[in-house]
Every structure is written in C-alpha cells, then in structure tokens.
C-alpha cells in the first residue's frame, strides 16, 4: 500500500459494506482482501478498495432483487442446466453457491436433484455479466446474499 492511501478500520469497512465484521475479518484472514495491521493490531483497508467492493456488491444487490422472488422454488439440475454450463453449475453446488434443496442420491434412475431456483437465477445473471470462460464469477463482492450469514 502507498503512502498517502486513505483507510479505514475494519469494523467501519463492515459498516459500510453492510456485511458482517467477522464475513470482513475471514476474507483478510484468507487474503482474498489486502489490509494493513498498526503496531497496535488494528486491522485497516484501503478506503478505494471498500468503494470498489460496495458498487460490486450493488450490482450483486440488484441481480438478487431481480430473482429472490424465487426462493421458495426449486428446480432440478437438469432444468438448471439450460441456463448454467453443467461443469460451472456443479461446481456452485459443491461450493455452495448454489444450495441443494435435497441431499445427493446415491445414483440410478428416477434420481433427480433439487436445486433453489433463486441461486441458479442469480449465478445465470451473474454469468451473464461475466467476462466469459477463464473469468472468476465469484468475487468477494458477488457471492450469494445467503452466503453472507
């Protein structure tokens, strides 16, 4: 970080992203955000780097007002499939991104899988915005509203 950089302590980067301080305190921890730590040990981010977060995180808000009216559906991952490439699609599951309604089958026929409509909504959105194949979809400012709790 250069010298002259405004920042701002963790718990007000929190505030202002509007997501929980510990959610904020894992993704420094994991270096997915860069912060600086005093002699203190106060955790500090680059005030640019919370205002870049927060338009990322409008636009996830904006794609997931679009779909949370589904959230009370489901849909299999065949259907899924039409929307999302099947690779991309099971690896959300396995993440987490999207949420299995029912538990794995052990496999056969008749087996289908249950998928929350809303997630796959909004990972075909967010898809959509993506610069394409090579490109992460999910960035700290773009996982899934239900990941955030």
Known sequence: MSIGMTVIP?????????????LLTRMVNSGT???????????LLPLEAVDHMAKGMAVRDKI????????????????????????LLYRCIHKGYIRAVDP?????????????KADV???????KLGGGRGHRLFTPETIPPHMLN
């Open 10 to 22: 963790l718990p007000e980067a929190a505030q202002r992203l509007r997501i929980p301080l510990d």
């Open 33 to 43: 955000l860069k912060a600086v730590m005093t002699t203190d040990g106060q955790i």
């Open 64 to 87: 997931w007002k679009k779909v949370e009216r589904f959230e009370s559906e489901t849909i299999t991952a065949y259907e899924a499939s039409d929307s999302i490439n099947p690779d």
């Open 104 to 116: 794995p089958g052990k496999g056969g026929r008749g087996k289908t899988r249950r998928l929350n």
């Open 121 to 127: 909504l909004y990972v075909a959105e967010l898809a």
